[in-house]
DNA sequence: CTCCGGACATCGAATCGTTCTAAGTTAGGC
DNA sequence: GCCTAACTTAGAACGATTCGATGTCCGGAG
């Protein structure tokens, strides 16, 4: 898929200088930081950019369906610009997060109590590599 | 398995007042309150609790294992007092929740990346019965 | 080119959920 | 019945996010 910042302005978006730098901060693989995070990476490239433009910004790329929003178990929601299905696996201790592919599980019918399913969202929780090793419990 | 109130005794957990009121608000199927909710139940019962003791309470009881925290997508934490394995319904409209029972997806092996998994926790996102008909867009 | 209107950005105050703090109350072993 | 640790309380503090008021910028009409 094209980059963040060309998809935005095929749209017709107004691509201001903040805004520039925030779907900037926003491209990568595996990346979903918290709205603070893209905050400091866009005030390292254009430091008069404010906090609530972050907000606002993300706010309107997430209805845009440009990013997914993804409520954190630390009460931070984090930004993922890929927005092809896929899942997730988080480690418990530091909360890195990295992208994964598995087969959607599937809810049986007398299961589903009358509801419209939409999709299925799939987190697999671990320990990183990095948490094992430096602090196997705690 | 026995009920909470019972559960807690057995361990010796000192059961004031206030306790047994944030634990009785807790009892039944398919309960996913939030501590707000929690608060105001328990205060039905005895007023003078205070949010602080829902907190508290809230809080040990899941640093014992009694129950279940679950971030939620609108930011509240949500507590679960059925802590057998199981998977979530959820209405994308209105947040109820229903507990389900579906077969955990597994993560192969090359896209583990190195981490420990401990376990997996799946989300079905829907419409229920009452939002599909209520508000079939918006 | 200049003016205008709307879109955009900014700052700080406000709000929301939650945790902390300091002080008062209670339970139960002695 | 006392003493002390455990518990509860009200409200202040906190971090994340939203809101509101104000100021700036941009692009098209004239
Ligand atoms: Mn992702
Ligand atoms: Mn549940
Ligand atoms: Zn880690
Ligand atoms: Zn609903």
Redesign the interface.
């Known amino acids: 898929m094209e980059p963040l910042v060309v998809r935005l302005r095929d749209r017709g978006w107004r691509l201001t200088a903040q805004r520039r730098v925030i779907a900037e901060a926003m491209t990568g693989e595996h990346t979903h930081l918290a709205a603070d995070e893209v905050f400091e990476r866009a005030r390292a490239a254009l430091p008069e950019v404010s906090r609530a433009t972050v907000y606002n910004t993300l706010n309107q790329l997430v209805a845009m369906g440009e990013l997914l929003e993804i409520?954190?178990?630390d009460?931070r929601?984090r930004y993922d610009p890929n927005v092809a299905e896929h899942?997730h696996?988080v480690?418990?201790r530091c909360g890195d997060m990295?992208d994964?592919?598995?087969?959607?599980?599937?809810?049986?019918d007398h299961?589903?109590?009358?509801?419209?399913?939409?999709?299925?969202?799939?987190?697999?929780?671990?320990?990183?590599?990095d948490c094992?090793r430096t602090g196997a419990n705690a």
Request: aromatic share 10%; with cysteine; charged share 20%.
């Open positions: 409520s954190h178990a009460g929601k899942h696996l480690c418990v990295l994964v592919e598995a087969d959607d599980p599937d809810l049986p299961q589903q109590h009358g509801f419209e399913v939409l999709g299925v969202e799939v987190t697999f929780w671990a320990y990183c590599p094992v």
